[in-house]
């Protein structure tokens, strides 16, 4: 029987093991789950100036999550209600979650229209994405073409009367060419926040 105890322990350590990755997967998932509201301003270069774009109000909620091997993720769907009533609610669906290695988190990712977005966690509160901007979205800042082109956005969150609270701020920076030749510009293209209500 003596030697049966250290393949049993052995077996049980890795069950252990397996059990802990999977709770701390879903405590993560559960941060991330939930409803959301929130308030947005979005900005755009014109001339040689910052000036708004537009401006909304949205709904999140973030449900239904997923966990396999290489991924573990909850689906987003949004609805953004815009100040202009010109322009019909758009609604949107995403995924947000994380990346698995041998059941450990690796990054922390959004999926959004098939391009995936790696959000680092630069403090406890402290996050940031760092990505390349789309054609579509260099025409909504007022730019038809960049040689160089980024968002860098950057997300703190904090409990306010008891409420948490999602401050983000995006900062865009684009060189582009003209007849002056190559210029650039740094600025806030966007900036609101998520409240959670669930």
């Not at 250290?6 to 077996?11: E, H, M, S, Y």
């Not at 879903?26 to 755009?44: A, C, D, P, R, Y």
Request: glycine share 6%.
């Amino acid at each position: 029987m003596k030697f049966m105890k250290k393949p049993i322990l052995t077996v049980l350590s890795i069950l252990l093991t397996i059990a802990l990755h999977a709770q701390s997967i879903e405590t993560e998932l559960n941060k991330i789950s939930g409803e959301f509201v929130g308030e947005w301003n979005l900005f755009q270069y014109s001339n040689g100036e910052i000036i708004k774009a537009a401006s909304w109000i949205d709904t999140l909620t973030a449900t239904n999550p997923v966990i396999n091997d290489t991924i573990a993720y909850v689906t987003v769907k949004s609805t953004m209600t815009f100040d202009n009533s010109h322009i019909p609610p758009y609604k949107m669906e995403f995924e947000e979650g994380f990346e698995l290695l041998d059941g450990n988190i690796v990054n922390h990712f959004f999926n959004v229209m098939g391009t995936k977005a790696i959000e680092s966690n630069i403090t406890e509160n402290t996050y940031v994405i760092a990505q390349p901007i789309s054609t579509f979205e260099l025409n909504q800042l007022g730019f038809s073409s960049a040689i160089e082109a980024y968002h860098t956005t950057l997300k703190v969150i904090v409990i306010v009367d008891g409420v948490e609270l999602h401050k983000v701020t995006r900062i865009s920076t684009v060189v582009w060419e003209s007849k002056k030749g190559n210029e650039s510009v740094q600025f806030v293209s966007l900036k609101g926040y998520h409240k959670r209500i669930k």
